[in-house]
């Protein structure tokens, strides 16, 4: 029987993101995987394909014919109103899974007529998985978590990442160094989900960037359903779903959301 309620959703795609997981430490201790550049200069590893691979083959046995969106495998975009999609990042942070570091992280959403609905960020190198169904609140390991309290942008600790056209970096550094100057300080860890998580359970006040959809799916349903402001600096096209919508991101402790918006906002007007 096809498991249909929110909670037997997530706890199917915990299992899921969680043997993913497990083929991903697998990869790196064998160290047999390839590397190759997509598009010209984003990293992608054979692991990156399987672990894909082997999370459609899991999804498809359990939801046949639902619709998905993958990094690797089916990075369609045009399904976004399907009335069942499911969202994954196989590898999120495969510059950091290639070069031994730890905040890699797999990513799985589920998705009803462009609603997100259920969220799963699985970190096999740190041990945490992070969970969320809409309405029941987020977690990490089965213990509940909330955004922090933060009201003062001295006291907020922000993450962001770049794109990999280098040539598309110049125009951030302005905000960058508007955060630098008003923020505790930055964070630049290379993965847009745990980034997201880590606002949702409060080790970071506010996290901004544009990402691929996989990339936020479902780290964004964990911080909104953890208490964060879960918004955009600009305004969503129509064509597209709001939770699904990954640029221009603005995740933040809901104290500190106008303020940093405000100062991100300076900072683009800047000439």
């Avoid at 160290?31 to 691979?53: C, I, P, W």
């Avoid at 990490?140 to 909330?146: P, S, V």
């Avoid at 129509?238 to 402790?253: E, F, G, Q």
Wanted: glycine share 8%; proline share 4%; aromatic share 8%.
């Amino acid at each position: 029987m096809m498991p249909n309620t929110l909670t037997q959703r997530l706890q199917t795609a915990i299992t899921i993101a969680e043997e993913a997981g497990r083929m991903i430490v697998k990869a790196r201790e064998e160290q047999t995987f390839g590397q190759r550049l997509k598009s010209g200069d984003e990293l992608v590893t054979d692991a990156d394909v399987a672990v894909d691979q082997l999370i459609r083959e899991r999804l498809e046995a359990y939801f046949p014919g639902e619709a998905r969106l993958s990094e690797e495998l089916s990075p369609d975009q045009q399904q976004f109103n399907a009335p069942a999609l499911w969202v994954v990042d196989p590898i999120d942070g495969t510059v950091n899974f290639a070069n031994g570091l730890r905040h890699v992280a797999v990513s799985i959403a589920w998705f009803e007529n462009g609603v997100s609905q259920v969220g799963v960020v699985h970190a096999p190198f740190l041990g945490e998985t992070f969970a969320a169904a809409k309405g029941q609140g987020a977690s990490l390991n089965g213990a509940t978590i909330q955004a922090s309290s933060a009201t003062e942008l001295s006291h907020t600790l922000v993450a962001t990442g770049f794109p990999y056209q280098k040539a598309d970096r110049e125009a951030l550094l302005k905000r960058l160094s508007a955060v630098l100057g008003q923020c505790q300080d930055v964070r630049r860890n290379g993965s847009a989900a745990l980034d997201l998580c880590d606002v949702a359970c409060g080790r970071l006040g506010a996290y901004y960037e544009s990402v691929s959809p996989w990339d936020s799916a479902a780290g964004w349903l964990i911080a909104h359903e953890a208490g964060a402001s879960a918004g955009h600096l600009y305004s969503v096209p129509d064509d597209i779903p709001h939770d699904l919508y990954s640029r221009h991101l603005l995740v933040t402790a809901p104290g500190v959301f106008e303020a940093m918006k405000a100062l991100l906002y300076k900072a683009d007007s800047e000439v």
